[in-house]
């Protein structure tokens, strides 16, 4: 079948043609780009990209389907996905439906055939580019910064208990209580810390630290999300609250907000870590794990108050920080994806420290 023509126009005045997958639905966001080789669906799922259109500089992508386990949200909130080629005929054992169900089912507006390793260029380049999938050759991109709202469009409603509703694979009774602050939270977070033998209660972001009292947390999460971090500056005094009473985990956008909640600032990345193969080295041991990342802004070690904080772990390709340690308080942070999904386990242990700062039941609490 002939395929309609489409194209990406960017904010740099660069234009690219390639055809729809799928309908045509014209779409704009920041465009970014990752490396995986695998992980599509994950990738398309997570919804820290939500605003964004994402490249995937893997050629081929499809090749082995999708399935109802591998989604990390609910649905995908990317604003676009851009490819090379993609499969039609996937194969294995676990897939139950192909890329373009995927694109037609949530209404995700696709481009293929597009020169991927030009896009890739042009983000490393210019760094902040945005981008528009369109058929008509006149549009350009009309917002250049991600909606400073995105992460109240992604977050849960309402408080939400995982157990008790099927999503726990055992009764967590006596086991320790983690509330996930949800930004934007994968479903692999979850998962672990159920796999941990933790009860979870996802609430949305912007919950006050009242209501999370009343659920008397062992334990917080702050998870990953999308958008620029210091659109949530208003939130640092609930932060601060909730991580001085309670052992606290921030992973990726949870890193960035602990780190202005205790007066430090994020910076932009020249062109963000998008893929599964990064590699950080833990600074107290020297041991390098390969981490999945997603992220387009890093804490700015400079200013960070050092007499409060640690670096734990730094990016060994451009030193920037992967993990924050406090000295005195039981809150740590990491930039990676310690839940991976995709890309390789090495990062479980993170979930696992975060479980051992929080007292045994019986023992005298934290705060
Ligand atoms: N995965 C994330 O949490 C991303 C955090 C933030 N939106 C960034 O791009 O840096």
Known sequence: MEQKIGYLVLSTGDVLEGKWLGE?????????FNTAMTG??????????????????????????????????????????????????PEHY?????????????????????????????????????GKVTSDLGDIPNQLHVDPEIVKKVSVKKVTSLCG??????????????????????????????HLGCHVTVVPF???????????????????????????GYLVENIKEVTQSYPTLGICLGQQLVAIAYGGTTKRLPYGHRGSNHP?????????????????????????????????????????????VHRYMPIMSVQFHPEAHPGPMDTYTIFQDFISMIPAKGEKQYA
């Open 24 to 32: 045509e639905r014209a779409s704009e966001g920041e465009l970014v």
């Open 40 to 89: 599509y669906q994950e990738v398309m799922t997570d919804p820290s990209y939500a605003g964004q259109v994402v490249t995937m500089t893997y050629p081929l992508i499809g090749n082995y389907g999708f399935n109802d386990m591998d989604y990390e949200s609910i649905k995908p909130s990317l604003s676009g996905l851009i490819m090379s080629h993609p499969c039609r005929t």
């Open 94 to 130: 676990e897939s139950s439906f192909t890329l373009e169900d995927m694109i037609n089912k949530h209404e995700i507006p696709a481009l293929y055939d597009i020169d991927t390793r030009e896009v890739t260029r042009i983000v490393r380049e210019h760094g902040e580019v945005y």
């Open 165 to 194: 509703q099927g999503n726990c694979e055992r009764t967590h009774i006596s086991n320790q209580h983690v509330v996930v602050f949800d930004f934007g939270y994968k479903h692999s977070i979850t998962q672990t810390l159920d």
């Open 206 to 232: 912007d919950t006050n630290p009242e209501v999370v009292k009343a659920l008397q947390p062992d334990g917080i999460i702050l998870s990953n999300g999308p958008g620029d971090p210091k659109d949530l």
């Open 280 to 324: 950080v080295k833990n600074v107290a041991t020297g041991k390098v794990m390969i981490t999945s990342q997603n992220h387009g802004y890093v804490v700015d070690g400079d200013s960070l108050n050092k007499e409060e904080w640690t670096v734990s772990h730094v990016n060994v390709n451009d030193h920037s920080i992967e993990g924050l």
